[in-house]
């Protein structure tokens, strides 16, 4: 199978309210789909509805190895503001194992255009985060230039969310907005990583749509992380 991939990171169990399976739920899920990491990243307490700050601090209690697969466990935060302010502190974001950053509408109001690019760039900056969630929502227009750019700058990952371009979802303009962003991600050699963004456990690894994109822009499969656990250890912060 052309793009294979053998993890997802971006993943949420009723811990952020609006999701509907256990951790262990979607830990077996991923293993019986034969996947070797699971990425498990909560919304941040600013997302309502969501855990509080103190979830994100004891996740020392849970194995980092379940049901044969390597877990990742971390949060996705949200970006508040054009100057990149996420819903973490810097302490509690040093001790996630992944960390990506997202902008959601009830965080964060669509801006201008400079506006919504900066909060990325500014996000980036951060040494704690680690993946650019979602940037295909066409509710937040963005210098796509600018944001591939960064990303190379700062050696962020960008995400290519299955999810979003699934009929029904409420980003705007998903499949043409990421057409541009992996377009460019080609020419300045960004690597992206398919994520499902699942929200129950029969979604997790589900690429179906982000393999059909990539395949007709003929994407670099160098370029895609999933390949292996090999491929996306230098982008995460705990040790693999």
Not at 87 to 113: E, F, R, W, Y
Not at 123 to 147: F, Q, S, T, V, W
Not at 220 to 237: I, Q, T
Request: aromatic residues 6%; contains cysteine.
């Amino acid at each position: 199978m052309k793009y294979k991939s053998v993890l997802d990171l971006h993943t949420h169990t009723v811990a952020s309210g609006h999701a509907y399976c256990s951790l262990r739920e979607m830990v077996r899920a991923a293993s019986d789909k034969g996947l070797e990491l699971l990425g498990i990243t909560e919304h941040a307490p600013m997302m309502p509805g969501t855990c509080h700050e103190f979830y994100f601090n004891n996740l020392k209690v849970v194995p980092r190895e379940l049901y044969g697969i390597q877990l990742l466990l971390g949060s996705e935060v949200n970006i508040l503001d054009a100057k990149g302010t996420v819903d973490l502190g810097q302490k509690t974001l040093a001790n996630m194992d992944v960390v990506i950053a997202s902008l959601h509408t009830p965080c964060m109001k669509p801006a201008s255009k400079l506006e919504n690019t900066e909060s990325y760039l500014n996000a980036m900056k951060n040494p704690y985060i680690n993946i650019i969630g979602h940037p295909d929502d066409g509710r937040y227009e963005i210098n796509y230039e600018a944001l591939v750019q960064g990303a190379k700058e700062y050696g962020k990952v960008l995400e290519l969310n299955n999810h979003s371009m699934e009929p029904g979802c409420t980003r705007e303009n998903a499949v043409e907005n990421d057409t541009v962003m992996l377009n460019l991600c080609k020419k300045y050699q960004v690597p992206v990583v398919m994520d499902s963004d699942a929200h129950f456990d029969l979604l997790i690894g589900e690429f179906d749509l982000a393999r059909d994109l990539l395949t007709k822009l003929d994407f670099p499969e160098e370029l895609v992380l999933n390949r292996s656990v090999d491929a996306v250890k230098k982008y995460v912060n705990r040790k693999l």
